[in-house]
T-cell receptor, first 113, second 112 residues
Framework: DQQVKQNSPSLSVQEGRISILNCDYT??????FLWYKKYPAEGPTFLIS?????DKNEDGRFTVFLNKSAKHLSLHIVPSQPGDSAVYFC????????????FGQGTTLQVKP | DAGVIQSPRHEVTEMGQEVTLRCKPI?????LFWYRQTMMRGLELLIY????????DSGMPEDRFSAKMPNASFSTLKIQPSEPRDSAVYFC??????????FGPGTRLLVL
């Protein structure tokens, strides 16, 4: 049973435009959410996170939005750059647990020059 | 810091053989995680340790998989006997105790 779902396997956008990556979850006990970025032949690296007490967190070109009632979060990248081309994983942390993360399947983003 | 170190980076073996994957976490990190990445299921958590003690191994596929952490600087994931369906990229990650985890470069395993 996939508790964290990324329903779009891939996304292609033009350089300079906005990229929106989506993630849905089923467990209302998740209280912390993260996005990771992965380049080929490398491990995932942490990108940005958000606590369940917030609905938005911004870091430069990256903004994560959380809609708890819909159990949905999204990552916005503005403006998109070719170097942003990578696989993006959404992850969620169960409350009361400081270690475990549940990851989605990943979305491959391609930013075209 | 060198980050999380995994070896080997690539492994090709024949069905039925034993495979051992190795991981050195970041010094001072209390948590160590083993993941498997596949196209269909993304990143699956196999097992994780806290202070060298296994906390949750519910993700381990079956008895053919085992993991150990004999000390704070070393962990192994063993598959015995290996099967073609075990082919995947295996990641090790460590964490200082907050949600953010630091991943190694992964081991790409191919079982023929």
């Amino acid at each position: 049973d996939q508790q964290v779902k990324q329903n779009s396997p891939s996304l292609s956008v033009q350089e300079g435009r906005i990229s929106i990556l989506n993630c849905d979850y089923t467990n209302s006990m998740f209280d912390y959410f993260l996005w990771y970025k992965k380049y080929p032949a490398e491990g995932p690296t942490f990108l940005i996170s958000i606590s369940s007490i917030k609905d938005k967190n911004e870091d430069g070109r990256f903004t994560v939005f959380l809609n708890k009632s819909a159990k949905h979060l999204s990552l916005h990248i503005v403006p998109s750059q070719p170097g942003d081309s990578a696989v993006y994983f959404c992850a969620a942390s169960p409350s009361g647990n400081t270690g475990k993360l549940i990851f989605g399947q990943g979305t491959t983003l391609q930013v075209k020059p | 810091d060198a980050g999380v170190i995994q070896s080997p980076r690539h492994e090709v073996t024949e069905m039925g053989q034993e495979v051992t994957l190795r991981c050195k976490p970041i010094s001072g990190h209390d948590y160590l995680f083993w993941y498997r990445q596949t196209m269909m299921r993304g990143l699956e958590l196999l097992i994780y340790f806290n202070n060298n003690v296994p906390i949750d191994d519910s993700g381990m596929p079956e008895d053919r998989f085992s993991a150990k952490m004999p000390n704070a600087s070393f962990s192994t994931l063993k598959i015995q006997p290996s099967e073609p369906r075990d082919s995947a990229v295996y990641f090790c990650a460590s964490s200082p105790g907050v949600a953010s985890q630091y991943f190694g470069p992964g081991t790409r395993l191919l079982v023929l």
